[in-house]
């Protein structure tokens, strides 16, 4: 079953956080496990984002999290956020397509 975890955070620092993202990417950390990452900003509280991780499964998912480069990642990502972040996991039950 597909799990999709949801990361709400602020930051002022958004530039940063940004290339911190782009460099997770860039190393290839998130190869193997994730599916799909989906970078947002809410339109109506500013300085929030919401990045959207899809993977393969929850179990992909605890394997990501275990990783060095996670919690290493995670640090970096805390350091240039303006409070705690929100998590929320989630189990994908139906998915629809308009394609």
Same mark, same amino acid.
């Given at each position: %079953?597909?799990?999709?975890?949801?990361?709400?955070?602020? #930051?002022? @620092? @958004? +530039? !940063?956080? !940004?290339?911190?993202? *782009?460099? $997770?990417?860039?190393?290839?950390? %998130?190869?193997?496990?994730?599916?799909?990452?989906?970078?947002? /900003?809410?339109? !109506?509280?500013? +300085?929030?984002?919401? #990045?959207?991780?899809?993977?393969?499964?929850?179990?992909?998912? %605890?394997?990501?999290?275990? @990783?060095?480069?996670?919690?290493?990642?995670?640090?970096? %990502?805390?350091?240039? *956020? !303006?409070?705690?972040?929100?998590? @929320?996991?989630?189990?994908? #039950?139906?998915? $629809? /397509?308009?394609?």
């Amino acid at each position: %079953m597909t799990f999709v975890q949801i990361i709400e955070f602020s #930051t002022s @620092r @958004r +530039n !940063d956080m !940004d290339a911190l993202f *782009s460099q $997770w990417i860039a190393e290839g950390e %998130m190869h193997g496990l994730v599916r799909r990452v989906l970078s947002t /900003s809410d339109r !109506d509280r500013p +300085n929030t984002y919401l #990045t959207i991780v899809e993977f393969e499964s929850y179990e992909a998912a %605890m394997q990501n999290s275990e @990783r060095p480069a996670t919690s290493e990642f995670s640090a970096r %990502m805390m350091a240039l *956020s !303006d409070g705690e972040p929100i998590f @929320r996991n989630l189990d994908v #039950t139906t998915q $629809w /397509s308009a394609q």
